[in-house]
């Protein structure tokens, strides 16, 4: 089993465990070791199992990090930061609101961090949320864990030499979503605009879509070039070839569905057609099957 499949395999439920349990879990239990990786001069991207990747810019003007993963992982995150020379966190970007991109939320806001995403993520950390697909209920977040500097389409923020835009990808994995390009570096987050070789999780009861799935990764491909790194929100690293790829694969099964779709077949009549067998053998097994992965996305096409 792949590890994020630990935390974010929808077959929980048929075993008695949600999202919600795996998360309490993690909660519980000694959060996976982070692991540190360069990407650039002073810029890393930080992997632990079952949740989303960070990444840090560090420099003499303060350290920035996109996303903070579950609640837990807040101590180990700064140590990991502490380790090649970080601080605590002077500003934090949430690709999202999801918990295990935004729990350590509170974390990092209690010591000071500023922290930064689009409105509707503040919106949803506020109220609380649930997430049907994996029975999962979130309460409303503390104000501690509530962003402070919000927007509707974009921002940027100029910090150690280097710019970076805060671009708002709307409608794909949620409403939500933020896309983060380090200029200077030639470096992306995608957050969960992409997941990096398997099916991603579309979050349609929050905004998102395929066809925005899709249309972020466009965006994505656009802003990089062959040289660009680019830190998915769940995967390894990848290039922009890697991009055109699954942005390749994703239109595929968008063209697939919505044809069977539009020919009047049921979600049920759909996942018995099999029309994603050939994708699921290279990104099956993971987080979705094929089967599921189009009982994710049905409602959103």
């Known amino acids: ?28 239990d000694k959060p996976p070791a982070i692991t540190v990786s360069q990407v650039a001069d002073n810029l890393y991207m930080l992997t632990s199992p079952n949740s989303g990747n960070v990444a840090a810019l560090l420099g003499a003007e303060g350290t920035f990090i996109v996303d903070d993963k579950f609640a837990a992982d807040g101590p180990a995150l700064l140590a990991a930061l502490k380790s090649v ?3 605590l966190p002077k500003y934090l970007l949430n690709t999202h609101y999801h918990a295990d991109h935004a729990g350590g939320n509170a974390f990092f806001g209690e010591r000071g961090t500023l922290i930064m995403a689009h409105d509707r993520v503040r919106e949803r950390l506020a109220a609380g949320y649930t997430l049907p697909a994996f029975g999962m209920e979130v309460a409303p977040a503390a104000a501690a864990a509530l962003p402070r500097i919000t927007y509707r389409q974009g921002s940027t923020l100029h910090l150690n030499g280097e710019t970076l835009r805060f671009i708002h990808a709307p409608a794909a994995h949620t409403d939500t979503d933020s896309i983060v390009h380090f200029v200077r570096a030639n470096v992306i987050h995608t957050g ?19 066809s925005g799935a899709i249309e972020a990764l466009t965006i994505i491909a656009d802003l990089a070039d062959k040289h660009t790194r680019i830190i998915p929100g769940h995967g390894p690293l990848a290039d922009r070839a890697t991009v055109l790829k699954t942005k390749r694969t994703l239109k595929l099964a968008h063209e697939r569905l919505t044809a069977l779709k539009k020919a009047g077949k049921t979600l049920k009549q759909t996942q018995a057609a099999a029309p994603l067998a050939d994708i699921e053998k290279d990104w099956g097994g993971v987080m979705f099957s094929a089967e599921q ?9």
Do not use: C, R, S, Y
Not at 1 to 27: C, D, F, N, R, Y
């Open 293 to 301: 992965w189009i009982g994710v996305v049905w409602d959103g096409l």
């Open 85 to 87: 020379g970080g601080a």
């Open 192 to 210: 969960d605009a992409m997941f990096n070789g398997f099916f991603p999780f579309i979050d349609t009861a929050h905004g998102g879509t395929l």
């Open 1 to 28: 089993m792949h590890p994020i499949q630990k935390i974010l395999h929808p077959l929980t439920l048929a075993v008695g465990l949600t999202l919600a349990t795996l998360a309490a879990a993690h909660e519980a």
